[in-house]
Each structure stands twice: as structure tokens, then as C-alpha cells.
């Protein structure tokens, strides 16, 4: 099955500053690859997604980058601001079929900080 | 619209009572998941349906856990016999079937609590 390693586990930056969390994985058959905020005791969300024909991805201060053949994503986001502070969490589908219908095979998350 | 509803938002459970966790899924999605998610981990998933069918529950932890959809909607997720192991997050995700619409959307989850 997918195995996806995400780190840092904790990432603390200056508001104003960029952060950069990063994902491996395992199948080189996997084409989707979301990204999730979670805020405490809230719900994920999805923030973000690449589909595996593309190399990156953008949505305002949000984008995505992936390296198919390096088996590896990450997520970008700039002008950090204190509403960003959240765990975020990488996937990739866990099953065959593709697009994460399967289901997700999800990081340990990052939980990202953001110091006024 | 709506959005995927989880209930109860917190259970807390005496070692060895059964407990049931529903999930309703937003109108009309296909998919249904349910993951577990441990204090300071990522999700994990346990088991999904198809409309009623049970694809697959291969993350299952053991033949304690019990997952059904009877009717292709609602699905509840029950647990027999619990153990303090058991504490944590449950969470549900619905989405339409197919490649492309495939974007889980999680419920807010119900948080278990074994003492």
C-alpha cells in the first residue's frame, strides 16, 4: 500500500514569512495528491490539490508543487498570516483505482505556527 | 448545502460498553468513508462504502469494529466491547464516485473516549 512521510512536524515562521511543508511517497502509481488544513477541533479541510499531470499548482497565496520522479510534494504558502496557523496534513490515494476513490493515505501533519 | 453531520460529538465510554457512531453523508455522494485519527496523528483510514456496499475494511483494527450502510446514506461505525486503545477521533468523509470528483469532505468527527 501508499506510504506517505511528511515533515517538519511542527514549522514555526514570522507572520509575513513563507512556509514550505514537504511529502514523500511511495507508489509511483498515484495521481492525486490533496492537501488539508485542520484547525483544532475543527474538521479537515481541503485546501489544495495536484493531479498528477501537472507539476504545480496555484491558488492566491497557496500553491503546490509536485515531482513525479522524485516521488515527492509540498506545499507553499506566503505572506503568512495568523489565520494560517493549523495542522496540515498531505495524501495520496490509497488504492487502485486512482483520485483517491479508494480512499487517502494521509502524513502525520505539520502543525504550522505563525508568530506575530 | 449541508455538510457531512457526525453523531455524537463526544462519547465517553466505560471499557467493554458497545458504542455507535453515525455519520450522515452530504446529499447524494456515492462515497463514504470512515477514518480514525489519534490525538496528534493524521487520519487513518478503517473502512468505505460504495452506495451499501463495504469495499473494503481492511483498516479495521480488529473483528471488534463494525461498519454498515444499510440504505446507501447514513452509516454508523460500531465498536463492541471497548478498550482505552479505542480513544480517538472518528471521522467520516463523503464524495461522489468517479476520477475526477473525488474530494472527501470530512465531518467534524466524533471524539471517543474510553475510561
Known amino acids: 500500500g501508499e506510504n506517505v512521510e511528511q515533515h517538519p512536524s511542527t514549522l514555526s515562521v514570522q507572520e509575513g514569512d513563507s512556509a514550505v511543508i514537504k511529502c514523500t511517497y511511495s507508489?509511483?502509481?498515484?495521481?492525486?495528491f490533496p492537501w488539508y488544513k485542520q484547525e483544532l477541533g475543527k474538521r479537515p479541510q481541503l485546501i489544495i490539490d495536484?493531479?498528477?499531470?501537472?507539476g504545480e499548482k496555484k491558488d492566491q497565496r497557496i500553491a503546490v508543487t509536485l515531482n513525479k520522479t522524485a516521488k515527492h510534494f509540498s506545499l507553499h504558502i506566503t505572506e503568512t498570516q495568523p489565520e494560517d496557523s493549523a495542522v496540515y496534513f498531505c495524501?495520496?490515494?490509497?488504492?487502485?483505482?486512482?483520485?483517491?476513490?479508494?480512499?487517502?493515505?494521509f502524513g502525520k501533519g505539520t502543525h504550522l505556527i505563525i508568530q506575530p | 448545502g449541508a455538510g457531512v453531520s457526525q453523531s455524537p460529538r463526544y462519547k465517553v465510554a466505560k471499557r467493554g460498553q458497545d458504542v455507535a457512531l453515525r455519520c450522515d453523508p452530504i446529499?447524494?455522494?456515492?462515497?463514504l468513508f470512515w477514518y480514525q485519527q489519534a490525538l496528534g496523528q493524521g487520519p487513518e483510514f478503517l473502512t468505505y462504502?460504495?452506495?451499501?456496499?463495504?469495499?473494503?475494511k481492511s483498516g479495521l483494527p480488529s473483528d471488534r469494529f463494525f461498519a454498515e450502510r444499510p440504505e446507501g446514506s447514513v452509516s454508523t461505525l460500531k465498536i463492541q466491547r471497548t478498550q482505552q486503545e479505542d480513544s480517538a477521533v472518528y471521522l467520516c468523509?463523503?464524495?461522489?464516485?468517479?476520477?475526477?470528483?473525488?474530494?472527501?469532505?470530512f465531518g467534524q468527527g466524533t471524539r471517543l473516549t474510553v475510561v
Open positions: 468523509a463523503s464524495s461522489l464516485v468517479g476520477r475526477t470528483n473525488t474530494e472527501a469532505f
Open positions: 507508489d509511483s502509481a498515484s495521481n492525486y
Open positions: 495536484i493531479r498528477s499531470n501537472v
Open positions: 495524501a495520496a490515494p490509497r488504492g487502485p483505482r486512482g483520485g483517491g476513490a479508494d480512499g487517502l493515505t
Open positions: 446529499s447524494g455522494h456515492v462515497s
Open positions: 462504502f460504495q452506495n451499501e456496499a463495504q469495499l473494503d
